[in-house]
């Protein structure tokens, strides 16, 4: 009998040994928002304080210098800044950024908070939920953030127009200039 209870103790023990304070440790899946970089990229401090960039995954937000680009902002940090999320998803993109949805500890889901409100586009290029399309319907019907403005443009659109070069009549071209090394001049002794 005495085996039995002391097998039982001997196991108590090991479990309890395991967590010896008997406090919930640490989830390695929290991280804090620290920094707000736009309406879609966030960066948030992991466990062992390393810096992590994440590009809110299914959306795309107005550009700062765009119409409703700082309201975007302003509305993440103001619903995500200081606050603990996890990550759901975990893909990278070309510029090294983790691409997720982003879930505050209360449940909120911060990419469908910002469709929900009229501060995102769902990317369509790059989702096919059919909640976030629901929910940007919505936002359209009641004409909330940047549906307020009769014709929005995307944000994807508003990258290409800013990256091709404007053509103006009125201005003429430079030609190029074109350098040619110069050819090194001989020295003859006499």
Known sequence: M???YSA???VLLILWGCNPNNTKQPDADIYKVVKVKDGDTLGLLTSDNQQLTVRLAEIDCPEKSQAFGQAAKKFTSDLCFGKEVKLVG???DRYGRTVAQVVLTDGTNVNYALVKNGYAWQYKAYSKNSELST???QARTNKLG?????NPTPPWDFRREKKQPKTDSL???KPKKHYHKRKPKLEYAA
């Open 2 to 4: 005495l085996k039995k």
């Open 8 to 10: 039982l103790l001997f």
């Open 90 to 92: 975990n893909e990278r």
């Open 135 to 137: 929910l940007e319907q």
């Open 146 to 150: 940047l549906w307020q403005d009769a």
């Open 171 to 173: 201005q003429t071209q």
